[in-house]
């Protein structure tokens, strides 16, 4: 009998330790994911604190850890050496908009050779999987230059010119290309700075030199305030088919007062969000899309302006 009572109490003692292990592991909290984003926006540009807003929303619904890091002016080398201290801070995953294949192509592959997992958005796309990029969050820049010339042949436009603010960025370079050959070679590619005093002398000048060209392209607020300021001081947003990429609370207010014929939305909220969401899932539970995600191009023009504004005041358009 006593022996009886000393194995009772021994496996009783056992069976408590095994489940006041088991209660323990159970109510340890997953490990906090850590993400690094970095993009090549610049501060001034309204855009990316939308793509930020989307990322940081994402972050705090997994409860993830988000770093966002940006170059003060548009320089690559910066860029370069920010995803490089990303990458040797060894994140959970990388985020990054792939806007220079030959700054950012062997950084993205070392990130992958050492087992980060690395989601691109916004630039990039048709590049970053030959370095190991799992996905692309964005849209084709090229299609999109391509149906934005299309569009303005529709209002009535034979000769266009695309205003590039960021030659050199892959992105913005490739919606120029697509815009040109969209109009069969009857548009041209205007290069310029970031600089709003610059953009708005260099359209100005432009067409004083060119009278045949009556639609013009840029390639984001940075530039499209400065082009519809310009159109205002010349009293001549009547006389020209003006169109943007992306969007801003002036671009929107521009559209809805019918002075921009229309923009293309690539839907940046979006690219900041998924991302975020989805290397949630693959640190988690090895989950991940099967191929790249579209967020865009769509238009909006003065017809569908008023249901965007609201979500811009919010951050989210």
């Known amino acids: 009998m006593a022996r009886l009572t000393r194995w009772l109490l021994a496996s009783i003692t056992a069976t408590t330790l095994v489940a006041g292990a088991a209660q323990t592991q159970a109510q340890e909290p997953e490990k906090e994911s850590r993400f ?3 993009t090549h926006g610049v501060p001034s540009d309204p855009f990316w604190s939308v793509v930020k ?5 994402a972050a705090e619904l997994v409860g993830a850890r988000l770093e966002y890091r940006a ?35 062997s950084v993205v592959q070392n990130a992958v050779d050492n087992g980060i997992p690395v989601i691109t958005i916004n630039s990039g796309g048709d590049v970053a999987r030959n370095y190991g990029a799992r996905l692309h969050v964005g849209q084709s820049e090229y299609e999109a230059g ?12 034979e000769k266009g010119v695309c205003v590039n603010h960021e030659q050199g960025n892959q992105g913005l370079d490739q919606r120029c290309d697509g815009f ?24 100005v000048a432009y067409l004083n030199q060119n009278s045949d060209v009556r639609g ?9 305030d400065p082009m519809i300021r310009a159109m205002r001081e010349q ?24 002075e921009l014929d229309f923009a293309i939305d690539q839907q940046q909220y979006m690219q900041g969000y998924l991302p975020v969401m989805f290397l949630d899932q693959f640190v988690k539970n090895g989950l991940l899309p099967a191929g790249d995600v ?17 979500l811009s005041s919010q951050g989210i358009r």
């Open 36 to 38: 690094v984003m970095v």
């Open 53 to 57: 807003n989307g990322a940081e929303a």
């Open 71 to 105: 170059p003060s002016t548009f320089d690559m080398a910066m860029m370069q050496q920010l995803v490089q201290a990303a990458v040797a801070s060894n994140p959970d995953g990388l985020i990054l908009s792939f806007t220079d294949e030959n700054a950012l192509g």
């Open 146 to 157: 391509k149906q934005a010339a299309e569009r303005m042949q529709e209002m009535g436009v």
């Open 180 to 203: 040109v050959d969209g109009f069969n070679g009857n548009a041209e590619q205007l290069a310029t700075t970031y600089d709003p005093t610059a953009i708005r002398n260099a359209i």
């Open 216 to 224: 013009i392209l840029t390639l984001g607020a940075l530039a499209a």
């Open 235 to 258: 009293g001549a947003t009547d006389m020209f088919t003006l169109g943007t990429f992306d969007l801003s609370p002036g671009i929107l207010e521009a559209l809805n007062a019918g």
């Open 294 to 310: 579209a967020t865009g191009p769509g238009f909006v023009t003065q017809d569908n302006a008023a249901q965007v504004i609201e």
